[in-house]
């Protein structure tokens, strides 16, 4: 069975803007995480609950629309241009939703517990969220611009790239004022995870970056 060429092109629009919806359900979730860390510093257990939940909900709809894009994948198959290259764009977005739900779940089970971390040590590691958050929207706009031509997205690539150094180097601090402030051992551990979660997003966002730059060029 064969697709008339105006189908195709309309579902390949279409999956563009289901990845931009999931990249967009991957921010919301990271902008909870940077307002999570807030309401930790002000010892406030009942908002850090109530993003986590909302986090959650984020995450759960970046699952559902990885599964949209997948079905529209799935009824065009070999017709689509790129189609091994929009699964692996959609499955990246969709692993750094889930550093999002594991970032929060850690800091949601430590509120519960009402374990204490220094307020220092909780601003530096809100700086490495907003870097991320930072190299997520590039991320973002990387995948908007693919509506503009590849001249566009090689511009903003670039832009991915040097937000993820920042990442890097923010995040080298926090693992060093983590290690040197003095907690326990599991609050150790989970803080470093939830550093190390942080720094993924952005380096999955700029492996993300790399396919829509292949994406670009072969449309």
Known sequence: MTFPRETVEQTRRRILELCQ???????????????????YQNEDENKVLQHHADITFHVEKAWEVKRAIMQEIAELGEMLVNRDDFINLS???NKIADYCGGI????????KRRWEVPKEVLKEMENLAEASLNSLIRLRDLILALRYGASKVMEIALEVEASEKTVDSIYRKVDLKIISSGVSL??????????????DVADVAEEVADIVRIIAMTA
Request: net charge neutral.
């Open 104 to 111: 929060s779940y850690r800091l949601a089970e430590m509120a």
């Open 91 to 93: 499955a990246g977005i």
């Open 21 to 39: 919806d999931h990249v967009r359900k991957a921010l919301d979730a990271l902008r909870t995480i940077c307002i999570m860390f807030s309401a």
């Open 186 to 199: 599991p609050v150790m551990f989970l803080l470093r995870e939830v550093a190390v979660f942080l720094e």
